[in-house]
């Protein structure tokens, strides 16, 4: 019988002892072994006999005892930062009763509570205020009247009598004692509102367009993809314990821009058409594209990563995109624990790898330019008043002066929207808020008790494009006075200058650009200056988002307040004099380079 070869058997050593240099390799080979880690396996069998072989599933009797030190997603304990240590130690969900202790002892929190309480929603905000501050969760911006009649209680009877509008859509309520802060919480609650992971390593209010179901323009209503993004991170505890803040915003594609690309996660409506949907292996109809890492705070809009997805889609997708960053995020350092630094590490395609082998379906890919193009955003289009698609309706969009309202103001307005409108209102990004369903012959109306009220609605304002961040008064971090400094600039400027155009001016009072002065027609970075430290501001010009996107480049430095009055307004009569027909600033300012836009501004003519 003849005997059958192994395979590759050419290739097998010849039978006999080892060489000289066959043993000299092999010695080489284990002492590498050795030294790369390598533990020999000694088991003791039930029969009493010492085996060397690993797979008859006994323990290794050689090797150490010693435990692995505990990690977090693959960072060891030892090398996390102070605030992941204190997330290991409890989760910040889990201390309703050292609110209560707080509560009753009317005691403000130490450093590790204070980063407990935000996951709650109250933010210890001294020294600037030796209080407390609620923000809130309102998902797509919308809110109820009754819901404004409550919040309005509450700031009356808890807090400052105020309320901020914020560039997330959102409320928060300042000065309000320790003691009060649990029947806050509660009251909250029963207005069917929540603020539950709205500070810290949580995923921050899901922002929409808001004019979502009422914009004639809009390729789909945003607002329920909102809300269920809004509920799945409320019912999701892992997502309480990201490595640090994320943003995630829908926009609809019709005439507002939401400024979307601001976010860590941006969903952009757009329609594809039959030969682009060929070419992308997908129906033709409506879908969303994704956009990574804003983060203007760095300079850095989102990014187009040629992904496409489907409406119902968009939720699992940021489920996914969440608990990537949650499994890659840097827990050492936090000023490196934003997506964009994960992105910088594994790239776009390496990161969009993680999150897609979590779902259960494949994203389409196409280029952006296959899409249709989106129809041009109204600049400012969330101020004035504009027809709905619904027939004899309109919305009107109200300045709120910074973003600041009086518990009266609120009232007011809530009254206002019951009586003109459905009893509805909506937030927008820009700190002013949107009155919709008003009916034709109620407009006239509405306006006029606007401007009664202290508010008002006209879009080509100074005070209509004013964005600031709470500045010194609420912030520690802040280096100028942005609210008070806001209205100031405004009424001086509406006194002497006559704007046909809009324009937006974005006062933030530190580099971490919680008003994103880079993305502002004017941007305003608060500054110390000069040896006495008087309140001032770097003055940027030429930022802009969405289909104007930029980053605002800097014009002049450290300009006192009083200086900084006069200083704008040579600016703006600059522009008027010297634009093209139908300019607006934004674009005057791109056509420049700086040293023109300087000798223009500086002119006393």
Same mark, same amino acid.
């Given at each position: ?25 092999? &010695? #080489? ?16 069998? &039930? ?50 009763? =050292?609110?209560? &202790? ?50 309005? @209680?509450?700031? *009356?009877?808890?807090? %400052? ?12 309520? =300042? ?83 939401? +400024?979307?690309?601001?976010? @860590? ?68 350092? $936090? ?34 330019? *296959?899409?249709?193009?989106?129809? $041009? ?6 101020? #004035? ?35 003109? #409108? ?29 401007? =009664? ?10 005070? %209509? ?5 709470? #500045? ?5 971090? +802040? ?11 405004? $009424? ?28 502002? @027609? ?27 996107? %930029? ?22 009569? %600059? ?10 600033? *934004? ?10 836009? *300087? ?7």
């Amino acid at each position: 019988m003849s005997t059958v070869p192994p395979p590759n058997s050419s290739l097998l050593p010849p039978p006999g002892p080892f060489t000289v240099g066959q043993k000299e390799y092999l &010695a #080489g080979f284990m002492a590498g072994v050795m030294q790369a880690g390598f533990v020999p396996f000694v088991g003791h069998t &039930a029969a009493g006999t010492i085996t060397s072989k690993p797979s008859s599933g006994l323990p290794n009797a050689a090797a150490s005892t010693e435990p692995a030190e505990p990690n977090v997603y693959g960072t060891p304990v030892s090398e996390l930062s102070k605030p992941e240590l204190w997330k290991l130690e409890q989760n910040g969900l889990d201390l309703w009763d =050292r609110l209560i &202790a707080h509560a009753e002892r009317d005691q403000l929190p130490d450093e590790q509570n204070t980063f407990y309480f935000r996951y709650h929603g109250m933010f210890y905000v001294g020294p600037a205020q030796e209080s407390l501050m609620l923000r809130m969760r309102i998902p797509a911006g919308e809110l109820t009247a009754t819901q404004m009649d409550g919040l309005a @209680d509450v700031a *009356q009877d808890w807090g %400052g009598g105020y309320l901020d509008c914020t560039t997330r859509a959102n409320l928060q309520i =300042r000065q309000i004692a320790p003691r009060n802060m649990v029947k806050v919480l509660l009251r909250l609650q029963e207005l069917g509102l929540t603020a539950k992971g709205s500070g810290v390593d949580n995923v921050r209010n899901i922002t929409a367009t808001p004019t979502a179901g009422i914009d004639r323009d809009e390729l789909i209503d945003t607002r329920a993809l909102a809300k269920a993004m809004h509920h799945y991170i409320l019912n999701n505890r892992d997502l309480y314990g990201l490595p640090r803040k994320f943003n995630i915003s829908f926009d609809g594609g019709g005439a507002i821009d939401t +400024a979307a690309d601001t976010n @860590d996660v941006g969903f952009i409506a757009v329609e594809v058409g039959e030969a682009a949907a060929k070419t992308a292996g997908v129906e033709p109809g409506v879908y969303f594209r994704l956009e990574l890492c804003g983060i203007t705070g760095h300079q850095q809009f989102a990014k187009d990563v040629g992904v496409l997805v489907r409406p119902e889609q968009t939720v699992a997708l940021g489920a996914a995109i969440l608990r990537a960053f949650n499994e890659t995020g840097d827990r050492t350092n $936090r000023k490196k624990a934003r997506l964009k630094y994960v992105v910088d590490r594994l790239g776009y395609d390496g990161f969009l790898a993680l999150a897609e082998a979590k779902l259960d379906f494949k994203l389409a890919r196409l280029p952006l330019d *296959q899409c249709e193009p989106r129809p $041009r955003a109204i600049p400012h289009g969330h101020i #004035g008043v504009y027809r709905q698609k619904q027939r004899g309706l309109n919305y009107v969009g109200v300045v709120i002066p910074v973003g600041r309202i009086s518990a009266k103001q609120m009232r007011r307005l809530a009254e206002l929207s019951r009586n003109y #409108g459905t009893g509805e209102i909506r937030l927008t990004v820009w700190q002013n808020l949107i009155i919709p369903n008003v009916p034709d012959g109620f407009v006239e109306t509405l306006k006029r008790n606007l401007v =009664r009220m202290g508010l008002h609605h006209e879009a080509s304002s100074i005070s %209509g494009g004013l964005v600031a961040c709470t #500045g010194a008064s609420g912030c520690k971090w +802040a280096a100028a006075h942005t609210k008070e400094h806001a209205v100031e600039l405004a $009424r001086y400027l509406e006194k002497r200058c006559a704007l046909d155009l809009p324009i937006n001016i974005h006062l933030t009072g530190c580099p971490n650009s919680c008003a994103q002065h880079y993305m502002g @027609d004017i941007g305003l970075l608060g500054t110390k200056v000069g040896p006495d430290k008087r309140e001032g501001y770097h003055v940027y010009v030429g930022g802009g988002f969405g289909q104007d996107q %930029g980053v605002a480049r800097e014009l002049f430095r450290s300009v006192s307040f009083e200086s900084l009055k006069p200083t704008v307004e040579k600016m703006l009569r %600059g522009y008027l004099r010297h634009r093209e027909k139908g300019e607006n600033f *934004q674009a005057f300012t791109r056509r420049h380079d700086m040293s023109a836009l *300087q000798g223009i501004f500086s002119n006393d003519e």
